[in-house]
Nanobody
Framework: QVQLVESGGGLVQAGGSLRLSCAAS????????MGWFRQAPGKEREFVAA????????YYAASVKGRFTVSRDNAKNTVSLQMNSLKPEDTAVYYC????????????????????WGQGTQVTVSS
């Protein structure tokens, strides 16, 4: 079992920044690739970003590429999502999730590949 707890959400004006964090406990953190997903009201949960178990590779949805940065600290069992130049359409509940370390990169955007999920943190971007 892996327990994931997100933090750092809040209300921010368009153009502003937020940094989300996800703290992991339980099984060895670096056994897992980590992903961030988000879900807006009335919409499907969608992929935002992912990082491999070692942190050597990162992947982003087209809608956030160049504005968001995912990183991890395996010594501290944390993964972060730095969000800059926020837009109202970024408003959603953001979730971190853990997938097996050997998940192929082309599958890291698929919700079904993730075994563990946090409870989510709300991000609201006002115009």
């Amino acid at each position: 079992q892996v327990q994931l707890v997100e933090s750092g959400g809040g209300l921010v004006q368009a153009g502003g920044s937020l940094r989300l964090s996800c703290a992991a406990s339980g099984r060895t953190f670096n056994n897992y690739a980590m992903g961030w997903f988000r879900q807006a009201p009335g919409k499907e949960r969608e992929f935002v970003a992912a990082i491999t178990w070692s942190g050597s590779s990162t992947y982003y949805a087209a809608s956030v590429k160049g504005r968001f940065t995912v990183s991890r600290d395996n010594a501290k069992n944390t993964v972060s999502l730095q969000m800059n130049s926020l837009k109202p359409e970024d408003t959603a509940v953001y979730y971190c999730a853990a997938a097996p370390w050997d998940t192929p990169p082309y599958e890291l955007g698929e919700k079904s590949r993730y075994d563990y999920w946090g409870q989510g943190t709300q991000v609201t971007v006002s115009s």
